[in-house]
């Protein structure tokens, strides 16, 4: 096992997060670039730091929006 240090963790220049339509996702992986478009919040936080459903606690549009 090795230690991480600062420099190996993800970095995020922006990152912006804004209620869309419910039944569209349209996800895109570019360059540097990352847009999910219709996942909710709770999956994407759930990809990004690698935990569980029940790691995460919050408010119930975490499940929805």
């Known amino acids: 096992m090795t230690a991480t240090t600062a420099a190996?963790?993800?970095k995020f220049e922006v990152a912006s997060v804004k209620r869309t339509e419910r039944g569209i996702i349209?996800?895109?992986l570019g360059p540097g670039t990352v847009t999910?478009?219709?996942d909710p919040l709770k999956i994407v936080l759930m990809e990004d730091f690698k935990v569980r459903?029940?790691?995460i606690i919050g408010p119930s549009w975490l499940d929805e929006d």
């Open 36 to 38: 999910l478009k219709g």
């Open 8 to 10: 190996d963790q993800p």
């Open 53 to 55: 459903t029940y790691q």
């Open 26 to 28: 349209k996800n895109f």
